[in-house]
């Protein structure tokens, strides 16, 4: 059946995003993923603007923008209700020039699955890499319709990814990070005031509105590796940890329906590897840099890989000859994310007296520092600029 353009393996935001960006190259490509459908994992998804200026580059940026729900500040709260820090939005988009965009994680992948050519997608499709390929020999994938070779590869299979193991055995993969994690969306009957995050004793909650008066509710916490609910149920459990804290956390769980509240265990790549490529395979998303949740910028980081990933190939392109650019550009910015991610962690995971009673005493010195003063700490994830990239054919 000849030698394959490009097979993408794994169809969440970063294989879909990776496809697409393909497709504008011209690049003909086909995702495989192993799910029966595109439904995804997880509830909402705050798209900062790093992400949103490389989904313009897709295509898709102001339809995402348009599903957003606009608040005016955003800010760090006390258990008690107290605010620590507060920004209102528009010091944050006169900053960085874009907003943070908040919304739900099935929107992102319709977006991005609706502006890919009928047939790019085939569900109910794993696909595992047999071998990687070199500049003189293509690479191999396994799907259900049997062996397949390609000129690239773009591992988005998730943390626990195959393929990263198949290329690098020696890498020890991902550890846990201590903490979990619970995410659920909810319809209140008001939109809520406060809006952001509220940080207590080795935990936080958080509460972003969505479109269509839903509102994204979270939580991580410090717990063993695999614990769950005694009783199965997580919601009882997030009312247990969160049920006397401030408005509107209380509220917002307790209109969660039970069956709707996730429950992950966070897992990071706390190890860089030695490279996101080898032979024609490109690692992407999670695969590569799976990190914690306290900067919201996995998902981000992802849709960046993907664009950097195709913008300097092209129908013509020796994909095999672009991979080590790929790498460059991508592994220390990638690496700098993981480990500023980890870095708030650790300041979630404080939860002795004395040290939560310092940490709300510095945040609340921060919080009367000038907005763009303590904005201008972000600037060097936010302010990142993606490649150009062209149209289809």
């Not at 599903?67 to 900053?95: Q, V």
Request: net charge positive; aromatic share 4%.
């Amino acid at each position: 059946m000849g030698v394959h353009r490009a097979i993408v393996i794994g169809g969440g935001i970063g294989g879909l995003a990776a496809a697409l960006a393909l497709h504008r190259q011209g690049v003909p490509v086909t995702v495989h993923e192993r799910a029966a459908s595109l439904e995804p994992v997880g509830a909402g998804l705050a798209l900062a603007p790093n992400a949103l200026r490389a989904l313009d580059r897709l295509g898709v940026g102001e339809r995402l923008r348009a599903l957003a729900t606009p608040h005016p500040a955003i800010g760090l709260r006390h258990p008690s209700g107290r605010w620590l820090a507060r920004t209102d939005t528009a010091t944050f988009e006169a900053c960085f020039g874009d907003t943070i965009a908040a919304v739900a994680r099935a929107d992102v992948i319709a977006a991005l699955a609706d502006a890919l050519p009928d047939g790019t997608v085939r569900t109910d499709s794993p696909a595992a890499l047999v071998a990687p390929g070199s500049t003189t020999e293509p690479a191999v994938v396994r799907t259900p319709d049997g062996e397949r070779s390609a000129a690239l590869v773009v591992a988005a299979d998730g943390i626990r990814s195959a393929t990263r193991g198949l290329l690098f055995p020696q890498h020890p993969g991902p550890r846990y990070s201590g903490f979990t994690t619970w995410r659920t969306v909810v319809s209140p009957a008001r939109r809520p005031e406060a809006v952001g995050e509220v940080w207590g004793r080795g935990r936080l909650a958080g509460v972003v509105p969505l479109a269509d008066g839903r509102v994204y509710v979270y939580g991580a916490a410090l717990a063993p590796a695999g614990a769950r609910a005694a009783d199965g149920d997580e919601k009882a459990e997030l009312l247990r940890r969160y049920g006397t804290w401030c408005a509107p956390v209380p509220e917002l769980l307790a209109l969660a329906e039970p069956e709707r509240v996730l429950r992950h265990d966070v897992w990071e790549l706390a190890d860089p590897l030695p490279a996101y490529h080898r032979g024609r395979v490109a690692l992407l998303g999670d695969a590569a840099h799976a990190m914690c949740p306290f900067q919201g910028q996995g998902a981000c980081q992802a849709i960046e890989d993907a664009v950097v990933l195709a913008a300097p190939l092209t129908p013509s392109t020796d994909p095999a000859a672009a991979l080590p650019a790929y790498t460059a550009a991508r592994l220390p910015r990638a690496t700098a994310v993981v480990t500023g991610s980890r870095r708030i962690g650790d300041l979630v995971a404080l939860h002795t007296p004395a040290a939560t009673f310092l940490r709300t005493a510095a945040l609340t010195l921060a919080g009367l520092l000038p907005a763009r003063t303590l904005l201008g700490r972000s600037a060097p994830t936010y302010d990142w600029q993606p490649p150009a990239l062209g149209v289809p054919a």
